[in-house]
């Protein structure tokens, strides 16, 4: 610790060419310290000013950066700055990039996108390590890109502009830009058809709606049915048109069909397996020559065939016309 005494003040005040006082009582030495040189626990006087170290600023007397006065706001944090110059804003790390050839990369600080100018043939850009979410390069030509082919795995969800759709050929055609299609004529084959749109034969005599019928399934349709012999066989007109009828026993009955359709028409082959069978009873919408009952005698021959052919006029009456005998 060093000290200055009273007659080395009074030399430091000659010096200076003004008169030193001190008052002895206050202060007898002015201790100093020796490393920092901070004068402490003194009072003194030069001429006729005064000052004393409780007045001083306290940094004056304790060096701390925290006593200072006006110090500037220090950000703490990078996002407290004010981005002047378009750098990244992106959270989270990035690939290394290096780019080779002519061209040089631009970065558009509104939109975040990198832009790479053309290569002129030459040249490549190449991200190195996984890019985080949120990055991306843009390529502004697909010659640009090489490498690896881009498969359907590697594209995300998203819609496809309008405007950048392409010309579609072959079957189904469009105008490049646009998603409107159109079917070429005569394209469409049998092939190509979905399944659910061919008709069966249950939907031909069905009538359902939205079916097409092919000419194999028209003729498979007219092969006639075998019907269970019984003692009263109803026709179903919703399965087949053309029938055969084993008949067995005499008074068999043909009561109305079902599935009836107008202009629907078909035939009956009947053949008398015991050379005694009969049919004699009728339903109402049957209607004969001379009556049915009349006519319902098969030809009283065992094996005999008879014909009987009919016709729809609504599905309430229906023309039966019946041949015996056919030889």
Not at 83 to 106: C, E, I, K
Not at 297 to 326: C, M, P, R
Request: a positive charge.
């Amino acid at each position: 610790m060093l000290r200055l005494t009273l007659a080395s003040l009074a030399l430091l005040a000659a010096i200076s060419g003004a008169r030193a006082q001190v008052a002895p009582a206050t202060i007898q030495t002015i201790p100093l310290n020796a490393t920092d040189k901070r004068m402490v626990n003194a009072e003194w006087v030069v001429g006729q000013a005064f000052a004393k170290a409780s007045i001083l600023a306290t940094v004056a007397t304790t060096g701390a950066y925290a006593d200072l006065i006006g110090k500037p706001s220090i950000p703490t944090a990078l996002s407290q700055l004010t981005n002047d110059s378009g750098f990244v804003t992106q959270a989270g790390s990035r690939s290394a990039l290096s780019v080779t050839g002519t061209g040089a990369p631009t970065y558009n600080s509104s939109t975040g996108v990198f832009t790479f100018s053309a290569q002129g043939g030459t040249g490549t850009v190449t991200f190195s390590g996984t890019p985080t979410a949120g990055q991306f390069a843009k390529f502004t030509t697909a010659s640009d890109i090489t490498g690896a082919a881009i498969t359907a795995g590697d594209i995300g969800s998203g819609t496809l502009a309008a405007a950048r759709m392409p010309a579609l050929t072959g079957d189904v055609t469009s105008a490049a830009g646009a998603v409107a299609t159109t079917l070429t004529n005569g394209v469409v084959s049998y092939a190509k058809l979905a399944s659910a749109a061919i008709g069966t034969v249950s939907d031909l005599f069905a009538n359902t709606a939205s079916k097409i019928v092919t000419a194999d399934l028209l003729w498979s349709a007219q092969a006639p049915l075998a019907v269970t012999d019984a003692a009263s066989v109803t026709l179903d007109l919703g399965a087949r048109s053309n029938f055969t009828w084993a008949v067995g026993a005499t008074g068999r009955a043909l009561p109305n069909p079902t599935n009836i359709k107008a202009g629907q028409s078909g035939y009956i082959k009947l053949t008398n397996t015991t050379g005694t069978a009969t049919v004699t009873t009728f339903g109402t919408y049957w209607k004969c020559p001379g009556g049915c009952t009349s006519g319902g005698t098969l030809t009283a021959t065992a094996n005999a065939v008879d014909g009987w052919s009919y016709f729809a006029v609504s599905a309430t009456e229906i023309h039966l016309f019946q041949n015996k005998d056919i030889k």
